[in-house]
């Protein structure tokens, strides 16, 4: 079985994309906007996902990397780790309302579960930092042992994960405000995820090809789970019950049981597999390959691949957008958004059929993410 029963929210796992409101019903768009930071230019393009086009590009003093949406505001956060500021963008008007200064440099940001503040991680500082929301201000610092490469908050609010690449990792107290000792890892940190329920933390140790379970907040090692790849990037499906991991040393997408502590098993999926995003109806998984430029597509309950989409020149993200109606694909090189019509996908190819591909459309130079807001 490929289905557990739990509840998640979007921002539990830091998935990275917000909504309020209801989607119109399936073929019509989306009524809302993707938010498209833009890492080649200063600014972020705001898409009308009804129109289908660019409805603004939101200029900032320098390149954002990141970009956050919580569900109860209109606003959106980028970041832009030059300045090493975060800009606030209203929903309604497509123009920076306020910026808030972190220090010299800002590498990384995720938003409190209560949506009442932001975390920032500084690497030059070594610091985690706390903007309050309200105010708009700094209101707290944790000081980091090391030079961090990042992080994960846990969705209770009381603890974040922080990586240390060859250093290893450490849980800070968000409450008391400080950072726990160093765990060793055994090699290379990469990412670091709470699994869900803030029991324990996923990392992924990049020179041994394995994902480690610490319960969480002890840091007590829980397990070792060896992989056949490089675990570079993580998605959790829709209710936190399945891990996903791709990486450098195959063409596969490794699936992970967090809760059973093993691994259920790999699948062949693309040409050197990346980024992935997940829907829950249908319980899809989409795989972008960024080297052949299309995404492949798998059904979670069967495993098996359902569609293989061509979508532009180096696939590096996918959004979801509220209802599982639409997958949005943006391409680096081309600097383009695919449009993915997920209802389309399983259906049988006939002359009245639509294909997945929707449309394309240009938002700018090298796209790297994006969130998604009804309006």
């Given at each position: 079985m490929w289905s557990r029963s739990a509840f998640l929210s979007a921002s539990a796992m830091g998935v990275p994309f917000a909504f309020s409101g209801c989607a119109?019903?399936?073929?019509?768009?989306?009524?809302?906007?993707a938010f498209v930071a833009n890492s080649g230019g200063r600014a972020v393009a705001a898409v009308d996902l009804?129109?289908?086009?660019?409805k603004k590009h939101v200029g900032l003093d320098a390149s954002p990397s990141q970009i956050a949406a919580p569900v109860r505001k209109s606003v959106v956060y980028a970041l832009t780790p030059e300045t090493g500021s975060v800009h606030e963008i209203r929903t309604d008007t497509l123009a920076v309302s306020r910026k808030v200064t972190v220090g010299a440099q800002a590498d990384a940001m995720q938003l409190a579960f209560d949506e009442g503040s932001l975390w920032v991680l500084s690497a030059a500082a070594k610091k985690l930092v706390r903007v309050n929301l309200d105010s708009f201000k700094v209101d707290s610092l944790i000081a980091l042992p090391a030079t961090p490469t990042g992080f994960h908050a846990a969705a209770n609010?009381?603890?974040?994960?922080?990586?240390f690449g060859d250093d290893g990792f450490a849980l800070a107290?968000?409450?008391?405000?400080?950072c726990g000792q160093m765990i060793n890892g055994g090699g290379k940190i990469g990412q670091v995820r709470f699994r869900l329920g803030s029991k324990a933390v996923i990392a992924a140790n990049l020179d041994r090809r394995l994902i480690s379970l610490y319960e969480a907040p002890s840091g007590r090692l829980i397990v070792h789970l060896p992989l056949t790849v490089r675990p570079d990037r993580f998605c959790f499906n829709a209710d936190g019950g399945q891990l996903f991991v791709t990486g450098e040393g195959s063409d596969a997408v490794v699936v992970v049981y967090?809760?059973?502590?093993?691994?259920a098993g790999t699948l062949l999926v693309g040409r050197a597999p990346g980024e992935m995003a997940a829907t829950s109806t249908p319980a899809y998984l989409f795989v972008a390959s960024p080297k052949s430029g299309d995404v492949s597509v798998l059904n979670i309950d069967t495993q098996r691949l359902v569609a293989a989409?061509?979508?532009g020149t180096e696939p590096c993200y996918i959004a979801i957008t509220p209802g599982d109606e639409l997958a949005l694909v943006l391409n680096k090189a081309s600097g383009d958004m695919a449009v993915l019509r997920v209802g389309a996908i399983a259906a049988k190819r006939g002359k009245s059929t639509p294909p997945p591909l929707f449309t394309m459309i240009p938002v700018g130079s090298a796209p790297t993410c994006a969130v998604i807001r009804a309006v």
């Open positions: 119109k019903k399936p073929g019509t768009g989306f009524p809302g906007y009804n129109a289908f086009a660019v609010g009381m603890s974040a994960a922080v990586s107290d968000l409450v008391e405000r400080r967090p809760f059973q502590t093993e691994v989409v061509s979508v």
